[in-house]
């Protein structure tokens, strides 16, 4: 199939004005004026398939949501070219942007003291859906997304989690092929969060939705994107699949045990390091950090060796894997 | 997409929100009830040391006054609600949610928010006019009160544009939040007859900013002051403003998604 978004090159460069701190820069900047060119983008490509559930990671000011906006046609790029659902997105006008939606996570569309379905009434209008047509979507979204008591409060009664529900109803009355999340969980609760990476799912499944989202939280990304796209200052370090991106930036395993017999306290800290590094040890739990290709020969020595209740093996937390990702850079670790 | 639905969605929403608090309607009336009184004795004690002010007398400025609260009732229903938000929204990131949608985001940022309550202001100005015409013993003629109405529509579509050019400046400086009160103060200077003012200011308001158009010449209709070729020029002067608006909301909205740099 064709891709639905194509990136090529994507670069922008943002002009921003310089200041020293304090009256002196104060003045000077307002004088004399400096400006430093800070390349939010740098030359990024990637190419989507429709129905692809894709994240974009990284930290603050890494580029994702300068990417997003550039790809939903907010903002005009340097250089580069992309195309989105046919369109090129920030000449393609109405038609385009009929053909996506985007949600931000810490802004809303809901109207704050009406209730919510006043807000899809405007989207309707706003997007030309018939009424029967919206009837149908509505009950869809509202079913999918559990809003049957939540339609009539007015928004400001809402709680966070409800409000994101209602945003995604919002923006996806008018059923569009591409959607853009920037930050769809920030600040929910747990339960809010699962819900609404169900909804996600469900709604991918049954529209055949691609969708690119950026997210803080590493579950998220687990348990929706079949595809990561990692991006610091600017550049596109990793385009695949997270678990093949982990087995790259980490070539170790970890080894969690439980200890057990009678005998288990004869087992001390210093037996453990024998076998790699203990991450942490209280009896009778303890962790082992070994080498990615080691990991099944030293488990075999372990558990021959050592009187162990339990044994498995993990990649450490995904989070750490990341942080230590970005903190490194991906070339060093890569290698 | 219709932009009649698009508008008659703003006004459902809004009717339905402002339905909310109907208190704000009597604070409002009470309100402008007060500000034309006090504008009235103002306009008493400048009249105590003359005769005229600009060449009109004290029931023509009154007519005059109750246009100048009119068109404020327009303001503060449509322009401060709606175009008056959006160097907030500049700076809250919100306008991004306009900009993906497919409509027309000047007509949609203008119209979204209505103070529906402030359009009494209109009645109340209107009646104001109405019965300063009365003390003049005067009855406008059918024509006039037809030019009267192109001129008044002219007026609006003005402030309008003043308005829309005021806030394309929040594109360059977000920080313009307080712009609103640079317009309050100098339109101001519409609440007294253009001819009042010494050449410079007149010069200004007529050309510059032109506020000259939006309250003398409607009020100048209804007093049978205006020549006939005059509201033609108001309709003129409105759409070339207009215009001119639209042109630096463009440049200014370029500028926002760096299609200019």
């Known amino acids: 199939m064709a891709p639905v978004v194509t990136a090529e090159r994507l670069t922008k460069t943002f002009r921003v004005k310089v200041r020293d701190p304090g009256m002196k820069g104060a003045v000077q900047a307002l004088v004399r004026p400096r400006n430093r060119d800070v390349q939010a983008v740098r030359d990024v490509t990637f190419a989507i398939e429709p129905g692809e559930i894709v994240a974009f990671l990284g930290p603050n000011g890494a580029g994702k949501t300068t990417t997003l906006k550039m790809l939903t046609g907010l903002l005009y790029p340097t250089s580069g070219r992309a195309e989105v659902a046919g369109f090129t997105p920030w000449t393609g006008g109405p038609e385009c942007k009929r053909r996506l939606a985007l949600v931000l996570g810490n802004r809303q569309q809901l109207v704050w003291d009406l209730p919510p379905e006043e807000t899809f009434l405007l989207n309707r209008a706003i997007y030309d859906i018939g009424e029967a047509e919206y009837r149908e979507r509505l009950a869809e979204l509202v079913g999918l997304l559990e809003l049957t008591e939540v339609l009539e409060k007015p928004v400001r009664q809402l709680s966070l989690g409800e409000r994101m529900k209602c945003e995604l109803a919002a923006s996806l009355l008018h059923r569009p092929p591409l959607l853009f999340l920037d930050e769809p969980t920030l600040g929910l609760d747990v339960t809010a969060q699962e819900a609404i990476r169900r909804f996600l799912i469900q709604y991918r499944d049954r529209h055949g939705a691609t969708v690119l989202l950026t997210s803080h939280y590493m579950q998220d990304v687990t348990a929706l994107a079949s595809r990561v796209l990692m991006i610091n200052r600017g550049r596109l370090l990793y385009d695949g699949a997270l678990g093949a991106l982990v087995a790259r930036i980490t070539r170790m395993k970890r080894i969690e045990l439980v200890l057990g017999g009678g005998d288990g306290g004869r087992v001390d800290a210093e037996t453990l390091a024998a076998f790699g590094e203990v991450k942490s040890f209280r009896f009778p739990n303890a962790v082992l950090e070994v080498p990615r290709d080691e990991a099944p020969a030293t488990s075999a020595r372990i558990l021959a060796a050592l009187p162990v209740a339990d044994l498995s093996i993990e990649d450490p937390p995904i989070e750490e894997v990341i942080r230590r990702a970005f903190a490194q850079g991906l070339e060093e670790e890569g290698t | ?261």
């Open chain 2, 1 to 261: 997409m219709n932009p009649m639905r698009m508008l008659a969605a703003f006004w459902r929403l809004n009717l339905a929100e402002e339905l909310q608090y109907r208190a704000n309607f009597v604070a409002s009336v009470l309100g402008t009830v007060f500000y034309m009184a006090t504008a009235l004795l103002t306009l008493a004690l400048f009249f105590r040391h003359t005769t005229a002010l600009g060449g009109w007398d004290y029931w023509e400025i009154v007519v005059l006054l109750g246009v100048f609260n009119a068109l404020t009732g327009v303001i503060e229903a449509v322009l401060r609600p709606g175009i008056g938000q959006l160097a907030g929204e500049v700076r809250s990131g919100e306008l991004d949610l306009v900009l993906v949608k497919p409509v027309d985001p000047q007509a949609f940022v203008s119209f979204r928010r209505l103070d529906i309550w402030r359009f009494a202001d209109v009645v109340l100005g209107l009646a104001l006019a109405a019965y300063a015409l009365h003390r003049l013993h005067r009855v406008p003629s059918l024509a006039q009160v037809a030019t009267f109405g192109l001129t008044l529509a002219a007026a609006a579509v003005v402030v309008y544009a003043i308005w829309v050019a005021l806030m394309s400046l929040a594109f360059w400086f977000v920080s313009v939040e307080n712009i609103a009160v640079l317009f309050d103060a100098v339109y101001e200077g519409a609440r007294y007859p253009v001819s009042a003012y010494p050449g410079a200011l007149r010069f200004l308001f007529v050309y510059l900013i032109p506020i000259a158009w939006t309250t003398t010449i409607p009020a100048s209709a209804l007093t049978g002051r205006l020549r006939p070729g005059s509201a033609l020029l108001a309709a003129v002067v409105a759409g070339v403003v207009f215009a001119l608006a639209r042109v630096l909301w463009r440049t200014a909205l370029k500028r926002y998604t760096g299609a200019s740099g």
